[in-house]
């Protein structure tokens, strides 16, 4: 656990002091998120910050990989090598995107190809889990589905990224309770607590954390393209890397956590908002006529806007229901009793009625930080 934690305080420094002079490098080149009528800042803000989180994920590898426990594990270097240049050449999509304005079919291609090398590299879906069995996946449907999920989770992210910090909680409050289930997994199993999933998720925990000082309302810098696509590359492929390195049909499952039951469940529920979103956007696209990628102001944060909250109290709501969900997830498959239902259940329906009810925090007079999308 003393070598995750070192791990995440360096991806976190790194972002951090590296998002400083991205920023600059984005004024310099001319990456700005210029003002949109769907837009509400008022100014041109500065992209690049997936550079910035990129630069903290090498440097979380490359640390992990000195370590005297992490440092060990042949297939965890392996998977980790292979994740970090698939990463490269996603980022270096979203950032041709941020400067160039990329079609819709250019990034797709882009995330296509990110997804294709790390396939190749090794990193891959093995198998489906599900509650009685589970299934095993020959190599054209491990290819098929891990691409697929890779590609949907980058899209995922990049439809949250509406507003100041959002994405970067969301992502990382997800990123926290994957960490949590996977390594607690390894304790409550006894397999090796060095795990690709579990560096992966601590390294994006880390270089969100570090992010947000700097993209937390009134933002300084965006993400951007290059960042929301690299967040949803790593939390797809954080998830395929444990079902290359553990089986859940030889694990233990009559204590709790429900093994060959969360892997499946738990990624959809870090990424609860952005796939609704998503799904919320494709049919309401499709039934107006419109291709399901043209842009529109009606995503759940424009809704939560529209109620009245603020900026910041709009992105605290969505943080607290990324966190209730994924760590509610964790607990029921944990605990497994009606009182931890009841519980996350109340506290739900509290949150509902903050979220539908008059909004506690007055709204700002000018909103300079965040880009609708």
């Known amino acids: 656990m003393r070598e995750y934690l070192l791990v995440l305080l360096v991806a976190a420094a790194t ?17 700005l998120a210029k003002v949109r009528d769907r837009d509400v800042h008022t100014v041109a803000m500065p992209y690049f910050g997936g550079v910035a989180m990129l630069a903290g994920v090498a440097a979380a590898f490359l640390l992990a990989w000195q370590l005297p426990f992490l440092g060990r594990q042949p297939l965890v270097h392996q998977d980790s090598r292979a994740v970090l240049i698939a990463a490269s050449v996603i980022c270096l999509v979203g950032v041709l995107d941020d400067l160039f304005d990329l079609s819709a079919l250019a990034k797709f291609a882009g995330q296509v190809l990110a997804a294709g090398i790390v396939v190749a590299m090794g990193v891959r879906m093995f198998w489906i889990p599900l509650p009685n069995q589970t299934i095993s996946l020959d190599s054209a449907a491990s290819i098929a589905i891990t691409v697929f999920f890779i590609v949907l989770c980058s ?70 393209d290059s960042g929301a696509l690299l967040l949803g590359f790593l939390l797809a492929t954080s998830t395929i890397s444990l079902t290359g390195q553990i089986d859940t049909s030889q ?28 799904m919320l956007a494709y049919i309401r696209r499709t039934y107006a006529g419109r291709w399901w990628f043209v842009p529109d102001k009606q995503h759940l944060h424009h809704r939560l806007l529209e109620r009245g909250h603020s900026q910041r109290g709009a992105v605290i709501l969505m943080y607290v229901w990324s966190a209730l969900v994924s760590f509610g997830v964790i607990a029921l498959g944990g605990l497994r009793s009606w009182a931890s239902v009841l519980v996350i259940g109340v506290l739900a329906l509290i949150l509902l009625l903050v979220t539908l009810g008059r909004p506690l925090t007055e709204r700002p007079g000018g909103r300079k930080g965040a880009a609708l999308r």
């Open 15 to 31: 972002t951090y002091l590296v998002s400083g002079l991205c920023r600059r490098l984005a004024l310099k080149t001319g990456a």
């Open 155 to 224: 899209n995922a992210v990049n439809f949250v990224d509406g507003l100041d910090g959002l994405a970067t909680g969301v992502v990382g409050i997800g990123a926290l309770a994957y960490f949590t289930y996977s390594y607690l997994l390894t304790v409550t199993q006894d397999l090796t607590r060095a795990t690709t999933a579990s560096l992966i998720t601590v390294a994006i925990a880390g270089v969100c954390l570090g992010f947000l000082p700097h993209n937390f309302f009134p933002a300084r810098m965006f993400m951007g």
């Open 251 to 278: 694990l233990e499952t009559s204590g709790g956590l429900i093994p060959t039951v969360l892997p499946l469940v738990l990624p959809l529920a870090i990424l609860a908002l952005p796939f609704l979103d998503v």
